[in-house]
């Protein structure tokens, strides 16, 4: 077992313009503080990448601080205990940590969750399924959307953590899940995972294609996209119809705003008319849940009746290009870095 008290760690080098790019980061080595009480020394095993990282890459205000210059590109791992100065850990441990781009690192043990290592779980799972994203689904479809029998529910990045999990719950709940997702593989994915409809956002003849599969109109849309999905989808929805705004990743790279026509003015008319409810909700709103989410979906998840996929990368060196990419598409399922066995 690694005794490291240096990590290797990938820091922001600049703030990007538009899409990230290799020099916007820098790998490099740096010595680790020596643990104090109430400490752990942590190895990395797994760092999940996820779409809210290029927002802390970005000084723009926001709900959370950017990451400043030089320092480690921030996420959520899962790690192996190396070193204890806490009674209640000891080296072999795996826990939930937020320790960020880097393979070692010095954490207050206060701020980490033991995980299950019994269980046949992949570890892997604590980062997706059952863990942020996962939550984040679960969250925003039992407190926002409220899915009922015979509803109709659309999501799109249908294939990833978030989109995956509200397909299956809106089905749990009796409704119709609509999945949308970029490219034939990804769509013939969501057929296979047993989304009732699926489609593909690039296709040339989106809208009629949408229109053609929520023939009774649209009840919840989880937005995780906006720009044209959002387009296509507002026209469909119903009265009463609840939109939980969970992620806008279409926009994320954009430098300025789309060209006009200004359409705020039909959105809101479309919000009044329809008795529309849009409610943006970051998921930490609902930690208090967490145990709830785990309690009911850890089962679902272990017997299979609730799927996942994951996009594993090897090596902390590849998760950058693997970044760059979950930004357009380029991952198939929840992107997690292998960064140590
Ligand atoms: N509010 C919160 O607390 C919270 C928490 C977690 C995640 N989120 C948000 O939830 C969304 C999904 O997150 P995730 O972790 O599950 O990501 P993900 O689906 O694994 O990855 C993002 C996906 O977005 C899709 N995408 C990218 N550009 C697009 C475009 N122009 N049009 C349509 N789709 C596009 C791509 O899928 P395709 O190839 O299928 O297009 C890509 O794979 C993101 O917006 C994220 O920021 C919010």
């Known amino acids: 077992m690694s005794t490291s008290t240096t990590t290797t760690r990938i820091v922001l080098a600049s703030r990007p313009h538009g899409a990230p790019t290799q020099e916007n980061f820098r790998t490099e080595t740096a010595d680790l503080p020596e643990l104090a009480d109430g400490q752990l020394l942590l190895q990395t095993l797994y760092l999940s990448l996820d779409p809210y990282m290029r927002g802390r890459m970005s000084d723009a205000e926001s709900y959370a601080d950017p990451i400043g210059i030089g320092e480690t590109m921030v996420g959520a791992t899962v790690a192996r205990v190396v070193d204890s100065r806490d009674e209640r850990f000891t080296a072999g441990d795996v826990v939930l940590s937020y320790s960020g781009w880097q393979s070692h690192s010095v954490v207050q043990a206060d701020h980490v969750r033991r995980l299950d290592t019994s269980t046949p779980l992949p570890l892997s799972t604590a980062l997706g399924v059952l863990g942020m994203p996962g939550f984040t689904a679960w969250a925003g479809m039992n407190n926002i959307g409220h899915p009922k029998q015979g509803e109709t529910v659309v999501v799109a990045a249908a294939t990833g953590p978030v989109g995956s999990m509200v397909g299956q719950i809106a089905q749990l709940h009796g409704a119709r899940a609509v999945g949308i997702a970029g490219g034939p593989e990804k769509v013939a994915y969501l057929k296979e995972l047993g989304f009732d409809a ?15 599969a929520t023939p009774d109109g649209i009840d919840v849309y989880f937005e995780n996209v906006g720009g044209k999905v959002w387009d296509a989808v507002l026209p469909r929805l119903n009265t009463y119809a609840r939109v939980p705004v969970c992620g806008l990743v279409s926009g994320y790279n954009a430098t300025e705003l789309p060209a006009g026509p ?40 272990a017997d299979g009746s609730i799927s996942y996929r994951e996009d594993v990368v090897e090596g902390l060196d590849n998760a950058v290009e693997a970044f760059i990419g979950l930004l357009t598409g380029g991952n198939f399922g929840k992107l997690v870095v292998k960064v140590a066995d």
């Open 262 to 301: 200004d359409r705020s003015g039909q959105l809101m008319g479309t919000v009044l008319k329809k008795s529309l409810t849009l409610r943006g909700f970051i998921q930490a709103e609902y930690a208090d849940q967490m145990g709830d989410f785990l309690a009911e979906m850890t089962p679902r998840v």
């Open 198 to 212: 699926a489609i593909d956002h690039r296709a040339d003849d989106f809208a009629e294609q949408l229109a053609a």
